[in-house]
């Protein structure tokens, strides 16, 4: 059984950086795509960033230059470093991957809050 395990929300203030984690464990043979994604109360789930196993990345236009993918192939582990946070970034934060031969997960979600 494949668990994605999310780490690294909280409250913030404007201006200052999280860094989330996800790790995924199980029986796996390969992981494809890791990336993130997020909503916001009374909003649907947007895309933030995707990073494939060969390290390209992809960023929505609203996180360019503020927030950073990253991904550690040994550990099975994405990341997403968030910097220069603002408060229209508070949203919970779900890290998804693709697995070969096994499908599309998501993690619970962890909680953003940037105050003002």
């Known amino acids: 059984q494949v668990q994605l395990v999310e780490s690294g929300g909280g409250l913030v203030q404007a201006g200052g950086s999280l860094r989330l984690s996800c790790a995924v464990s199980?029986?796996?043979?390969?992981?494809?795509?890791m990336g993130w994604y997020r909503q916001a109360p009374g909003k649907q789930r947007e895309f933030v960033a995707t990073?494939?196993?060969?390290?390209?990345?992809n960023y929505a236009d609203s996180v360019k230059g503020r927030f950073a993918i990253s991904r550690d192939n040994a550990k099975n582990t994405v990341y997403l470093q968030m910097n220069s946070l603002k408060p229209e970034d508070t949203a919970v934060y779900y890290c998804?991957?693709?697995?070969?031969?096994?499908?599309?997960?998501w993690g619970q979600g962890t909680q953003v809050t940037v105050s003002s």
């Open positions: 998804n991957t693709l697995i070969i031969a096994l499908g599309t997960y």
């Open positions: 199980g029986t796996i043979f390969k992981i494809s795509a």
């Open positions: 990073i494939t196993s060969g390290g390209s990345t």
